[in-house]
């Protein structure tokens, strides 16, 4: 097991990044990690059934499965099983635990020693003063956060979060007791990562979901992977692109840094990937500056434009423009004006390598460009996003079979959370459906994003956080003031499955909900049930847990939530919270009557492979104020760093989930036994007098003049683009500063920070 210690970086070793991804090493890895979480029998349960039809949804990220029947027996990847088996472990935290450890010691820890002490068995407070701490009843719990509740001055002083992991019908609960209350305050992990996507792509094309399914992606010509590591983050997703290459279609991976997921897979399960060298994913790598997508984009608008002038009628798509768009005259004005010089400043590629790109495309047919946070969490990301469409849009490329948009969700079900109207500025629409169908007047002012929401703790105006799922405290920017402002509340409660490190950073008054995980079996009076969640590509199916739970003492997320609800509410309005909870198939049938998309729900469900939601777009149908799609100017923006500075952008490692790190390991990119590692490129070492293995603190720069400094870093080479800087979240997080965030989005800008290499301070 892990020590307290393991955020050291004394047993730091580096070697050659990975040129593949995957193959016999993830398989290992995975079984090794998920024996050493539990027994073999319960192993082999959750590997069996995750993913299957009738199975256990994997927690982990939004990819889709193939069709049943078309579903290999072992559907998951590394990260897949590693985070399945996280959750299914038998190891265990009672009051015991508690009794040993007071809070401060807990955050004194590290984020992998506190995942590593197991599940969390039943429900604990801190009260007022305190320094540990002690278990409380379910009732008890109840009834001192209702009355924290109904003693606020205004429903606007809470907060309700919630992580992607929750299903559907918690999070239709969740947000139905929140607007019942009176806000709309339901800040969300989306907040924080593909918020820029939902922007631009409501704006553009009327809705903030990608418009391809998996068979789209199987069938494309040519695919654009942009600011996206799917070898770690969406493992599966390499799967499908191996598809398309056999198929014929070909990728280009946009990125600033050579991953090995897309450079070349390894299929696990099958001949070639064992045997073989498996499979070539990028047929060309552009390697990237931090921030550049955006002068990319517009440089292959601008080649396609003129490529239409050589050749009129030949290139661009007129019939789709002139029938489903409006604002091309004035966006093709727009783009005429780009220089190549900005262009070749801004990414850091060589004209020819863009004119390469610019050629493939015209010799595609239908093309899909995905995309995640490394486009999302700039400054300029919805701009960016928008570009994007306008990309597509010039050859027709939305709306029709292998082409479209495709934002890659990395968090299971946080798609479904928001379509759930997990969201602080719902429609109207939403909110009337949902006040006739429950007979009250929802909130009409918009909430607390999960920024807002940062900057209301601190100020006062939110007194009392409710976090469902998810580590808040880690996964939010601007680390110091985080804590801070979740000291300042009166009460802090979590609905969690294992300990992190938002417990040990509470209000006066703290609450820990251990709750039933996605593998649990849930049984409630009505009998044995099931959730739902959404997948990326707008695929909604069933989750069954399959495992014995944690502990006989636990309650589901919809139990947890329904009480609570009955507790602050009572019978105003009158809402059958009890029912609700005895039998979740009652929630399906009042979410058919609210959300679009969404009726004969439980009869859908029937089908093993659920149900795909329709996506307007596909129809040629937009959302938008004049019913097109609509082209936009986006002015040129790049990323500035200051001579002696660099722009770090903060990432996953391999071994890791969201802000929980599984290991100290980063095979794929030669990090071992170590987390606070600085790639750098080895010229910008150089020009910056770095050595190897030297030991630097990171400090960022921002005009509110606060020194945000992130200590002991030891700088290793690395080939990412000139001018850029990768190290790991969370623990980098205390560098983005709360009021860094996209344009329109108010996203943290994670993957654009400016800072500077400093000696590391003497301990």
Known sequence: MSSPNDSTDDDLTVTSPKTWATGVPAVTHALRYSLQQTSPRRAATSLLTINQANGTDCPGCAWPEPAPGQRHRNEYCENGAKHINDEATTRRIGRDFFRQYTIDELNRMSDLWLNQRGRLTEPMVKRPGASHYEPIGWDEAFSLMSQELRGLDSPDEAAFYTSGRLGNEAAFLLQLFARAFGTNNLPDCSNMCHESSGRALTETLGIGKGSVSLDDIHHADLIFVVGQNPGTNHPRMLSALEETKRNGGHIIAVNTLPEAGLLRFKHPQKARGVLGRGTRIADQFLHIRAGGDLALFQALNLLLLQAEDACPGGVLDHDFIHAHTTGFEDFAQHIRATTWHNVLEATGLTREEIEHVHHRVLNSRSIIVCWAMGITQHKHGVPTIREIVNFLMLRGNVGRPGAGVCPVRGHSNVQGDRTMGIWEQMPQSFLDALGREFAFAPPTKHGYDSVDAI?????????????????????????????????????????????????????????????????????????????????????????????????????????????????????SPDIPWEQFEADYDTIRDRIARVVPGFADFNARLADPAGFQLRNPVNDHTYNTPS??????????????????????????????????????????????????????????????????????????LWHDGVKRRAEGFRVVPYPTTRGSAAAYYPETNVLVPLDSVADFSNTPTSKGVVVRLEPASPQ
Not at 498 to 510: D, I, P
Not at 523 to 540: C, K, L, N, P, R
Request: hydrophobic content about 40%.
């Open 627 to 700: 019913g097109k799609a609509v082209f936009t100017r986006n002015a040129f923006e790049m990323l500035h760093a200051p001579e002696g500075h660099l722009i770090l952008q903060t990432m996953r490692s391999h071994d890791q989930w969201n802000t929980i790190p599984y290991a100290m390991n980063d095979r794929y990119r030669g990090i071992h036994h170590g987390r606070r590692v600085v790639l750098v490129n080895p010229d910008d070492m150089k020009a910056l007098g770095l050595t190897e293995l030297q030991k630097v603190d990171l400090v960022s």
């Open 455 to 571: 900057r209301a703790m601190r100020d006062g105006k939110v007194k009392v956080f409710l976090g469902v799922a998810g580590n808040f405290v880690r996964a939010a920017p601007d680390s110091e003031l985080t804590e801070q402002a979740m000291r300042r509340c009166r009460l802090t409660a979590h609905i969690s499955t294992k300990l992190n490190r938002s417990h040990a950073v509470c209000g006066q008054t703290a609450l820990i909900l251990p709750t039933l995980g996605r593998s649990d079996r849930d049984i409630q009076a009505g009998g044995e049930q099931f959730v739902t969640v959404e997948d990326s590509m707008s695929m909604v199916h069933s989750s069954r847990g399959r495992l014995t739970p944690a502990s006989e003492t636990l309650l589901s997320e919809v139990a947890i939530i329904s009480r609570l609800a009955r507790a602050t509410l009572g019978t």
